[in-house]
């Protein structure tokens, strides 16, 4: 079976690791920018790649959410209190839950949808 979203890599294989997400995905300028990395019948992987500044306002997701740092840092709006995450962190939000990101560097984020 091939990779369904990109046909250079094996099935399975999501990511080669940071430098290559970074040379596919470069930051734009002021912006979060969304790239599809992964679809599967139970589970989907999303990049996100924010600039420096950067906030995605209050919102929440239908699916369980298991976020990953992949470079750069983070704030975390949830629960009420704010959490900052830098490369190599991960968080579990369940479906449902408000929360708020914003980009304290650049950063790129990996979210993996729980279907």
């Known amino acids: 079976m091939e990779h369904p979203l990109d046909h250079s890599l094996p099935d399975g294989v999501i990511s080669?690791?940071?430098?290559?997400?970074?040379?596919?995905?470069?930051?734009?300028?002021?912006?979060?920018?969304?790239?599809?990395?992964?679809?599967?019948?139970?589970?989907?992987?999303?990049?996100?790649?924010?600039?420096?500044?950067?906030?995605?306002?209050?919102h929440s997701s239908p699916h369980t959410v298991i976020v990953q740092v992949v470079s750069g840092t983070?704030?975390?709006?949830?629960?009420?209190?704010?959490?900052?995450f830098q490369a190599g962190a991960l968080l579990h939000l369940k479906a449902g839950v408000d929360h708020a990101v914003t980009a304290v560097e650049p950063a790129r984020i990996l979210l993996i949808f729980l279907h």
């Not at 690791?17 to 920018?33: E, N, T, W, Y």
């Not at 019948?41 to 306002?57: C, I, Y």
């Open 16 to 58: 080669l690791g940071a430098d290559q997400l970074a040379s596919d995905h470069p930051f734009k300028p002021g912006r979060v920018s969304p790239r599809a990395r992964y679809k599967a019948e139970d589970f989907r992987v999303t990049e996100l790649a924010f600039d420096d500044g950067v906030v995605l306002s209050e």
């Open 74 to 84: 983070i704030d975390v709006e949830v629960g009420g209190g704010t959490l900052r």
